[in-house]
């Protein structure tokens, strides 16, 4: 069975997003073993990351949970602080090069998870 143009193009981008959210897994779990204490007490007085705080001790989901809600504050703090869960002197006060990475890990991830989706639609409707 021969594939063509097409579906040669799609396993591609298919395998790369793949192999892009183990990557992307990894970088979590690596920022959660070695970062955590440094982001916890640089948002020590946020109830929202106070809230999911006990979840590094829920070994890997709970580690990446958190992960995730803590790079979700960084990268979108407006909605947040509207809401009155994190702290202005808080997000102020993190880590530049820490806090540069955490944007980017959620930015990663946000597009890792849109192109797996358009690539299950894609498949659900037959183009490929």
Known sequence: MSLNTADKVFLAVG?????????????????????????????????????????????????????????????FPGFYLKRGSVNAEDLRCFTGSLKRKLVMLQWGGLILLVVMVCIGVVAKLGFV
């Open 15 to 75: 395998l790369i997003d793949f192999a892009g959210i183990f990557i992307w897994i990894g970088v979590c779990l690596h920022l959660a073993y070695t970062q955590m204490d440094l982001m916890l007490d640089h948002l020590k007085n946020s109830s929202l990351i106070n809230t999911f705080a006990p979840l590094r001790q829920g070994g890997l989901w709970g580690r990446l949970v958190l992960i995730g809600s803590i790079s979700s504050v960084i990268a």
